[in-house]
């Protein structure tokens, strides 16, 4: 009897969730229908592989996974290529592909975040726009198999094709490329108007600067060469940093954050030109086709990618400060991932680049959630240490965040507990601050609390229900969530009291 009354309760939240009309930005906070403030906790679901037809075979048993994990948003990938094969032409198939997914994980109770995924821009070199969208004018391409986003730095192929990108060099249709893909934007936005589990759009992933990366690497090796001791030349360190020795030599130079602040600040000025003259216009393009068809979701802008590990970003300058239905959605990477230096992780380098960020939506008085961290992948237990703090200053931050990546055996990897972990889904009033300590399994939730919201806050811990302890049980249910967790319903009450809940797995 008290499974079935378990079951039944889980079954109404999940029912109520589901039905949830569009989120809303609101005072750096995102809000349901209901006023509750949202803590978005994801995982980027995208598949590159073309030949896959960019999705994986057992996508609704990879989001029932998810679920089981406490997971309430997924960033879903979308690849310009399976989009808009040939120019103009639309695929039907691959955007009923898409409906299908937004289904099932709005059937979990699950939020959608549409990516428009790119990494060297193109299905030509790795993912993205399709071949006919590439004008990269017969340049050669570099490509590292041990570090692939080297190719940003190195080929002229890849930077070639981002130039004629932003300068919206025609298509052999006679139609601008980008114009190719804001009109995308404006189908999709359409398509998914009516559906309440699609929270929003974020226009482009990790967007490049082109070939004015040029002026950015020299300014980084002029950097490096003059803190070098001796000194060096920009030649001898350009050298170093090509190999995976020597690049590993220098990133230990960057342990020192006064260094690492002067190498981050050094093209800045080329970065904030960039983002004027080229990024904020493809935004506001896109924007525009959105919002002529669609009003109601949230439009997520990425900052330039350097923004990605500390240089400052721009964007802000060209927005009105608290406009709704905008949010920003950087990334935050140290400049060990994706490299043989990865054990080299520094709290202190993440440290200013989270700083940075959480900055730019003090600024533009916009909710931020952090659109890609971690990328650990076969990585031990001593990614704990960067993984512990990263959370940690979310936290403080009450950002929600979306790990990169997903993928079929996540849950087995040494990390999962910084992925499977305590968190606020939903609470009803402004949440204060809120902490899970993994080591001693234990959730502890602040807010005030607003007596007009009807809805109860929902805390999910990664223990199931007879394994929690409350330390307050008054106006509180706890409820099985998936295989192994739990969700702690609290009940709404009179007035403005401030409300204080720690829960334990014993």
């Given at each position: 009897?008290?499974?079935?009354?378990?079951?039944?309760?889980?079954?109404?939240?999940?029912?109520?969730?589901?039905?949830?009309?569009?989120?809303?930005?609101?005072?750096?906070?995102?809000?349901?229908?209901?006023?509750?403030?949202?803590?978005?906790?994801?995982?980027?679901?995208?598949?590159?592989?073309?030949?896959?037809?960019?999705?994986?075979?057992?996508?609704?048993?990879?989001?029932?996974?998810?679920?089981?994990?406490?997971?309430?948003?997924?960033?879903?990938?979308?690849?310009?290529?399976?989009?808009?094969?040939?120019?103009?032409?639309?695929?039907?198939?691959?955007?009923?592909?898409?409906?299908?997914?937004?289904?099932?994980?709005?059937?979990?109770?699950?939020?959608?975040?549409?990516?428009?995924?790119?990494?060297?821009?193109?299905?030509?070199?790795?993912?993205?726009?399709?071949?006919?969208?590439?004008?990269?004018?017969?340049?050669?391409?570099?490509?590292?198999?041990?570090?692939?986003?080297?190719?940003?730095?190195?080929?002229?192929?890849?930077?070639?094709?981002?130039?004629?990108?932003?300068?919206?060099?025609?298509?052999?249709?006679?139609?601008?490329?980008?114009?190719?893909?804001?009109?995308?934007?404006?189908?999709?936005?359409?398509?998914?108007?009516?559906?309440?589990?699609?929270?929003?759009?974020?226009?482009?992933?990790?967007p490049f600067i082109g070939s004015a990366?040029?002026?950015?690497?020299?300014?980084?090796?002029?950097?490096?060469?003059?803190?070098?001791?001796?000194?060096?030349?920009?030649?001898?360190?350009?050298?170093?940093?090509?190999?995976?020795?020597?690049?590993?030599?220098?990133?230990?130079?960057?342990?020192?954050?006064?260094?690492?602040?002067?190498?981050?600040?050094?093209?800045?000025?080329?970065?904030?030109?960039?983002?004027?003259?080229?990024?904020?216009?493809?935004?506001?393009?896109?924007?525009?086709?959105?919002?002529?068809?669609?009003?109601?979701?949230?439009?997520?802008?990425?900052?330039?990618?350097?923004?990605?590990?500390?240089?400052?970003?721009?964007?802000?300058?060209?927005?009105?400060?608290?406009?709704?239905?905008?949010?920003?959605?950087?990334?935050?990477?140290?400049?060990?991932?994706?490299?043989?230096?990865?054990?080299?992780?520094?709290?202190?380098?993440?440290?200013?680049?989270?700083?940075?960020?959480?900055?730019?939506?003090?600024?533009?008085?916009?909710?931020?959630?952090?659109?890609?961290?971690?990328?650990?992948?076969?990585?031990?237990?001593?990614?704990?240490?960067?993984?512990?703090?990263?959370?940690?200053?979310?936290?403080?931050?009450?950002?929600?965040e979306v790990y990169w990546s997903y993928?079929?055996?996540?849950?087995?990897?040494?990390?999962?507990?910084?992925?499977?972990?305590?968190?606020?889904?939903?609470?009803?009033?402004?949440?204060?601050?809120?902490?899970?300590?993994?080591?001693?399994?234990?959730?502890?939730?602040?807010?005030?609390?607003?007596?007009?919201?009807?809805?109860?806050?929902?805390?999910?811990?990664?223990?199931?229900?007879?394994?929690?302890?409350?330390?307050?049980?008054?106006?509180?249910?706890?409820?099985?969530?998936?295989?192994?967790?739990?969700?702690?319903?609290?009940?709404?009450?009179?007035?403005?009291?401030?409300?204080?809940?720690?829960?334990?797995?014993?």
């Open positions: 009897m008290r499974q079935l009354l378990f079951s039944f309760c889980f079954l109404s939240i999940l029912s109520l969730h589901a039905q949830s009309p569009y989120l809303t930005t609101k005072d750096r906070r995102f809000i349901d229908s209901t006023g509750r403030t949202v803590i978005l906790h994801g995982l980027n679901f995208v598949n590159k592989d073309k030949a896959k037809g960019y999705r994986y075979a057992d996508d609704s048993l990879s989001l029932v996974k998810m679920k089981q994990w406490g997971i309430n948003c997924i960033r879903l990938g979308v690849t310009w290529d399976g989009m808009e094969p040939a120019p103009g032409a639309v695929s039907e198939a691959y955007l009923r592909q898409l409906d299908e997914r937004v289904k099932w994980a709005k059937q979990l109770g699950m939020y959608v975040l549409l990516d428009m995924h790119q990494d060297l821009y193109s299905t030509k070199y790795a993912n993205g726009a399709p071949d006919w969208a590439t004008l990269d004018e017969g340049k050669p391409h570099y490509a590292n198999e041990v570090s692939w986003d080297d190719s940003y730095f190195m080929s002229a192929a890849v930077q070639t094709a981002f130039d004629n990108f932003w300068l919206n060099k025609p298509a052999p249709d006679g139609k601008g490329i980008q114009d190719h893909l804001v009109t995308n934007w404006g189908i999709i936005a359409a398509r998914y108007g009516g559906e309440p589990a699609v929270i929003g759009f974020d226009l482009l992933n990790e990366v040029n002026k950015v690497l020299a300014a980084f090796m002029h950097t490096l060469a003059q803190s070098m001791k001796p000194a060096m030349s920009e030649e001898d360190v350009m050298q170093q940093w090509v190999t995976e020795e020597g690049k590993a030599r220098l990133m230990q130079q960057l342990n020192d954050t006064v260094l690492y602040k002067q190498l981050v600040a050094a093209p800045e000025a080329y970065y904030a030109a960039f983002e004027t003259d080229h990024l904020v216009p493809y935004f506001q393009k896109a924007k525009a086709a959105i919002r002529a068809v669609n009003k109601q979701q949230i439009i997520f802008l990425e900052p330039s990618v350097s923004a990605n590990f500390g240089v400052k970003t721009h964007i802000a300058a060209s927005f009105s400060p608290a406009e709704q239905q905008l949010a920003f959605a950087p990334h935050a990477y140290d400049i060990v991932t994706d490299t043989r230096s990865v054990a080299g992780a520094s709290n202190e380098r993440m440290k200013i680049i989270l700083h940075r960020l959480d900055s730019v939506s003090k600024v533009m008085q916009i909710p931020m959630l952090l659109g890609e961290w971690g990328a650990f992948y076969s990585a031990d237990s001593s990614m704990f240490t960067a993984g512990d703090y990263i959370v940690a200053q979310l936290e403080q931050m009450r950002c929600g993928f079929n055996s996540l849950e087995n990897a040494a990390y999962f507990p910084l992925i499977n972990r305590g968190y606020p889904m939903a609470v009803a009033g402004e949440l204060l601050h809120f902490k899970y300590d993994r080591m001693h399994r234990t959730l502890t939730v602040h807010w005030k609390n607003d007596a007009s919201i009807s809805s109860p806050t929902r805390l999910y811990v990664p223990f199931p229900p007879e394994k929690v302890h409350l330390s307050d049980s008054k106006n509180a249910e706890v409820i099985p969530d998936g295989t192994n967790g739990a969700v702690v319903i609290v009940h709404p009450i009179k007035g403005k009291a401030i409300r204080k809940l720690v829960i334990t797995g014993k």
